[in-house]
């Protein structure tokens, strides 16, 4: 996770989760894995003792506290059972990235919040893949696939970052919806349907319904246009030099990214 994600992190925080920073919430890190020396994650954007922080992945690793046996189907987190998903720097290393934000939709209770970081540029830097990119509009086609409301979303195409500006971050904050027994059937089905086109087996079952699930502590929110202000802040601390040298800056950190490339991975267009 790279610094600009991390400081996204903590703006949605403060944003959105201020007033429920003495009460209990889970929050569930979807690919938590801290993958190389130096990176930080969402485990340190969101610390709190009162808040139980669940660092979900693939394979065992430094701060994983919860390995899914299947990336897409996670049968060990249980529906709407979290307050607040993370995803940071994940589905641009996700093959079929619209089955885990179904599964995302399912995780949350209720009125639960996520909050999605993927590059919208950037080296290729396999783990173990590097397949997507997101451009203003790809996140919130993605919310609207999997019934959630976009309560802001933004790329960060301006280099107003003190590191990680060359990804030029996609960041979009959600909420999962208080929905009728109706709509909560179609999303579930659609959740069974999806998994088994990939899977190419039958649908599952669906599952006994025990009523409506129940929302958590998180009330519903609005959207407060945070990490845009933030990124304007940022903008206008910086003086009109220091704003053209992070420019060049950005843009020579992509060259010698592309430098550093073997010659395998360049593919001509």
């Known amino acids: 996770m790279h610094d600009s994600a991390f400081e996204k992190a903590e703006v949605f925080r403060r944003a959105y989760l201020a007033a429920y920073e003495d009460v209990p919430l889970t929050v569930l890190d979807v ?11 969402n485990r340190q954007a969101f610390e709190n003792p009162n808040w139980r922080y669940l660092g979900l992945d693939i394979e065992a690793g430094p701060n994983v506290d919860l390995v899914v046996a299947d990336p897409y189907d ?33 995780a949350l209770r209720p009125n639960g919040l996520a909050f999605i970081v993927a590059p919208g540029s950037g080296p290729l830097h396999r783990y173990p893949v590097d397949c997507w990119r997101f451009y203003d509009d790809g996140l919130p ?5 999997a019934d959630l409301t976009v309560l802001e979303s933004a790329v960060q195409w301006r280099p107003v970052y003190r590191r990680g500006n060359q990804w030029r971050d996609a960041a979009i904050v959600l909420q999962r919806p208080v929905r009728s027994a109706a709509e909560e059937a179609r999303a579930a089905a659609r959740n069974r349907f999806v998994k088994a086109a990939q899977t190419g087996l039958a649908p599952a079952a669906a599952a006994h319904e025990a009523g409506l699930p129940t929302p958590g502590v998180i009330g519903p929110a609005r959207g407060l246009g945070a990490l ?25 950190r992509a060259i010698r990214g592309l430098l550093g490339t073997g010659a395998r991975d360049i593919r001509a267009e």
């Open 141 to 145: 086609a993605l919310a609207r696939w």
């Open 74 to 106: 996670w049968r060990e987190v249980a529906d709407a059972s979290a307050d607040v998903v993370t995803c940071s720097q994940v589905f641009e290393h996700t093959e079929f990235f619209w089955i885990t934000i179904l599964e995302i939709a399912r």
């Open 228 to 252: 845009a202000a933030h990124e304007e802040a940022l903008a206008r601390a910086k003086s009109p030099l220091a704003y053209k040298l992070s420019l060049a800056g950005a843009h020579l």
């Open 31 to 41: 690919g938590a894995a801290v993958v190389a020396e130096g990176h930080g994650s």
